[in-house]
């Protein structure tokens, strides 16, 4: 019956979107009615109101309903959604503020006289909005107005001149930062979460273990990821969509002929270039390189670009009168005192300690008051030249008005979709496709386009989307980031734009074209381009990594980047050692050697001990990085034959559980029957018949389960284990051939420190025995508190924890506390003199560290290495099947 309620639910929404109801109202107001006649028809029918949803029934639909609001607006951890207004809040300025138009003119006369020249500024200059501005319809209407007609004037293919300025408007919704990847980070984040869930639940059922290992996780995906994922598809689409413009023109020069400039290439020129180019630029780089850098969240990206673009919109509203350029020109200044005075100051005003440090703070709080001042100055011209401020302030508020209005309608539908067993529905269907995984997500990929043709990206973002992504990002046989996953839909949805017949991007060229070019031309050159984006999904489908490198690159050279030791690096740093290992073993080997010659007579034994062990593990690190190797590649050698098996049975067993949950299932409406008022012993009696069917059929499932299996799945997890401990193995002895070494180091540079310490050694016998002993004890605790800070201290610290005692209860003894304040001197004396005696062997001992630092001793380190980084983020970007361990 449920079903029943799924298709009406469904149904209601496509009337009312297809009959121009509004987006915002048509979502929620589906779910709230059909919820309203689930409920209604529950309490006539079955006298339970609940009686005709799978999960829960209205009430639960109503508490999920709050909970979605409430942590669409108040929850502080999801704090993704604010970006939206500040983005769309700067490209609304940008745009009221006519830089498309002087963009589009300076590149036109500096792209033209080339083959297909002003289709390729248009594309050029498409880009640059997209990453500045990154709204459709304002970019397309803009070069429409002023694009179109010249290139119709220069005799360009109507078709082609109007696909041209279509697909470059479009590239907003890929190109970052784009309102689009910020829905669906924050869609994502919430289904990466459900996806963990079923993964783990999956897990389970599969092993019998509660505890899954962290490498096998869905990875999630913030704003900023997606930001980062999407730019090199996006550069892709750009470099296609030229291309393609470059090779008709060379084809057919009649549909994209050069156009000569007619002025001169002089200084003025140039002048004029830069000026269009380079303030859109620099807001470019300070936005996204302020995200890449890790200088500053997608937020704060999104309020660095808000005032960007104010006090660009400044200058422009003056239209070159006097006096333009001064709010930016002073915001500019100040910027860059503040980033002088951060180098040269500690700019802490709670930390002000000389009179240096004020003379710094005094300079930053002048600078920061005129880049005030500046904002102020830009954000009151922009008040009132053309009452630009309010009409952007309204359109922001409306735009996202409508955005989280839409998101939280669609919370609504999607939990009335789930509550009516639609998910599972979804899931099951997707699931019982053959070909795994990637038919699952070409049906989901051709559903996403297909429903482009009639729907907005929005309402594909927020309802599509959330039901999906669980499915196949639980998926462990293709194991994709949430990252790749939302940038190839990010694609998908851009083409929304370009479809026909409600393609937006071809709607707003329709507006501004002239009567001559007809709307089959703007369909006919829409198709190319459609087919050209297409293309570059492929690309980013079939080569993961250009998608998922620059994120995990991005976070592992940022500041909050993982230590070495993180264990989803372990293997991929593994990767890179080994190579190292190869190539530096002969000068690793002989530094080894060199060190077990050295002269370390001075040293206390147990150091001494230390440092010959660690020496030997060292020695024996190549030995068992080939123990892994061998390890690997027996394990690599099974599964190829092991893992159709594995497929086989899993699935079979996947099977049985299904048949145990409708069993389950059956047994609670035989329950619900027999204890209703009237009981229908003939229902009963068919229930009954059809778990007695559903038993056997699970009999005859178990039965095909080949005998070869558990042998089969024995040796698999023998060759895996294997290759975890030998890998465990040589992580433990690398980390125990370099720690000592480190100790030893710090111990040495700790000599002065420890003499400092050595003089207030009898000041604080003196305090002991002349203080009362509550006052002696809190001058010792302070004492050993100092000694505390310092590498390997704890045999003095013994002593003064001895003396502490003496002077604790209700007879403290100063003597004795005394005693073994005098005897922790002198095992301090003999550290003192032993650090002071390792000149040579400290030199020494630091070549040795320099040398095995980067690799022996890579997993102690607090950072990876550049190179490191990068390498380890090539291996992170491929997806890796890790299905056979489920």
């Not at 080894?592 to 030997?616: G, K, V």
């Not at 009237?678 to 499932?701: A, G, H, M, P, Y």
Request: net charge negative.
């Amino acid at each position: 019956m449920e079903v029943y309620f799924l298709i009406l639910l469904i149904s209601i929404m496509v009337f009312a979107l297809t009959s121009g109801y509004p987006v915002a109202f048509a979502l929620p107001g589906s779910a709230i009615a059909t919820i309203g006649i689930a409920a209604f028809c529950g309490w006539v029918f079955e006298g339970n109101v609940d009686a005709y949803f799978v999960l829960g029934g209205p009430n639960q639909w109503l508490s999920a309903g709050v909970t979605n609001y409430r942590s669409l607006y108040w929850e502080v951890e999801r704090d993704t959604l604010i970006a939206i207004p500040l983005f769309i809040f700067m490209g609304i300025m940008l745009q009221r503020s006519r830089i498309a138009e002087d963009l589009l003119v300076a590149m036109a006369q500096l792209f033209g006289p080339i083959p297909g020249g002003l289709g390729i500024s248009v594309v050029f200059v498409g880009a640059l909005l997209a990453a500045t501005t990154g709204i459709v319809g304002a970019t397309v209407i803009a070069m429409g107005l002023i694009s179109l007609p010249a290139m119709l004037r220069n005799n360009y293919s109507k078709s082609l001149a109007c696909g041209t300025i279509c697909a470059s408007g479009t590239l907003g919704q890929i190109i970052p930062p784009s309102i689009v990847l910020i829905i669906l980070a924050d869609q994502l984040s919430s289904a990466a979460d459900q996806a963990a869930t079923m993964r783990k639940a999956e897990y389970k059922d599969a092993t019998g273990e509660f505890s899954m290992p962290g490498d096998f996780d869905v990875v999630s995906a913030s704003a900023g990821d997606m930001f980062m994922g999407a730019f090199i598809p996006g550069m892709i689409l750009v470099g296609i969509y030229m291309l393609y413009i470059l090779v008709s023109a060379l084809i057919k020069p009649e549909t994209a002929p050069p156009v000569p400039f007619e002025g001169k290439y002089d200084h003025r020129f140039i002048a004029q270039i830069l000026l269009a180019l380079v303030p859109p630029l620099a807001l470019i780089f300070i936005v996204l390189g302020s995200i890449i850098l890790g200088v500053a969240t997608v937020n704060q990206a999104g309020a660095i670009g808000a005032v960007g673009a104010m006090l660009m919109g400044s200058y422009r509203l003056m239209d070159g009168k006097p006096r333009a350029y001064y709010p930016a020109a002073l915001s500019i200044g100040s910027v860059i005192v503040i980033i002088i005075l951060l180098n040269f100051f500690d700019l802490n005003i709670k930390d002000i300690n000389s009179t240096r440090d004020a003379i710094g703070v005094g300079i930053a709080l002048i600078a920061v008051a005129v880049l005030i001042f500046a904002i102020a100055w830009a954000t009151l011209r922009s008040y009132r030249i053309e009452n630009t401020l309010h009409g952007v302030m309204m359109d922001t508020a409306k735009t996202t008005s409508m955005v989280f209005i839409i998101l939280l309608g669609a919370a609504m539908l999607t939990t009335a979709f789930r509550g009516f067993g639609g998910e599972e529905l979804v899931k099951d269907h997707l699931t019982a496709l053959p070909g795994g995984f990637w038919t699952q997500f070409i049906v989901v990929m051709a559903v996403i386009f297909f429903l482009g043709f009639f729907l907005d990206f929005l309402e594909i973002a927020v309802v599509v989307v959330p039901i999906v992504a669980p499915i196949l990002l639980a998926d462990p046989s293709a194991n994709v980031t949430a990252v790749w996953f939302g940038v190839m839909v990010g694609l998908n949805i851009q083409t929304s734009f370009l479809t026909p017949p409600f393609g937006f991007a071809l709607f707003y060229l329709r507006g501004v074209a002239p009567k001559e070019v007809k709307t089959t031309h703007i369909y006919k050159g829409a198709v190319a381009f459609i087919i050209l984006q297409l293309t570059g999904l492929a690309v980013a489908g079939v080569f993961p990594s250009l998608i998922n490198y620059l994120p995990n690159k991005t976070y592992l050279v940022s500041e909050t980047a993982p230590p070495p030791s993180n264990p989803r690096l372990q293997e991929c740093l593994e990767d890179d050692l080994f190579a190292e290992y190869d190539r530096r073993e002969q000068e690793l080997r002989q530094s080894i050697d060199r060190m077990q010659t050295a002269n370390m007579s001075f040293l206390p034994d147990e150091y001494r001990e230390r440092l010959n062990e660690s020496y030997q593990l060292a020695g024996d690190t190549f030995g068992l990085v080939e123990a892994v190797r061998v390890a690997e590649r027996k394990f690599d050698e099974y599964t190829p034959g092991y893992r159709p098996l594995h497929v086989q049975v899993r699935g079979v067993q996947k099977a049985v559980r299904k048949l145990a949950d409708d069993i389950d299932e059956l047994n609670q409406q035989r329950q619900r029957i027999a204890f209703s008022d009237n009981v229908d012993q003939s229902r009963i009696d068919k229930i009954l018949e059809r778990i007695t069917q559903l038993k056997r059929e699970q009999k005859e499932l178990e039965a095909g389960i080949p005998d070869t299996w558990e042998p089969a799945r024995a040796e698999f997890l023998t060759l895996a284990k294997a290759e975890k401990m030998a890998r465990l193995k040589y992580r433990q002895n690398a980390d125990d051939s370099y720690a000592i070494v480190g100790t030893v180091q710090k111990m040495i540079s700790q000599s002065d420190a420890l003499t400092a310490l050595q003089q207030k050694i009898d000041p604080l016998i003196e305090q002991v025995r002349q203080l009362p002993a509550d006052d002696g004890l809190d001058v010792l605790k302070a004492y050993e508190n100092d000694l505390d800070r310092l590498t390997e201290t704890h045999r003095i610290s013994s002593k003064l924890s001895r003396a502490k005692r003496a002077l604790r209860g209700n007879t403290p003894d100063k003597e004795e506390a005394v005693a073994n304040i005098m005897a922790a001197a002198e095992i301090l004396q003999f550290e003192i003199e032993w650090r002071q005696r390792a000149g040579q062997f400290a030199t020494e001992l630091q070549t040795y560290d320099q040398t095995i630092a980067n690799t022996l001793g890579m997993r102690m380190q607090q950072r990876l290495t550049r190179d490191q980084a990068e390498s380890i983020a090539s291996c992170l970007a491929v997806h890796k099947d890790v299905s056979l361990h489920f």
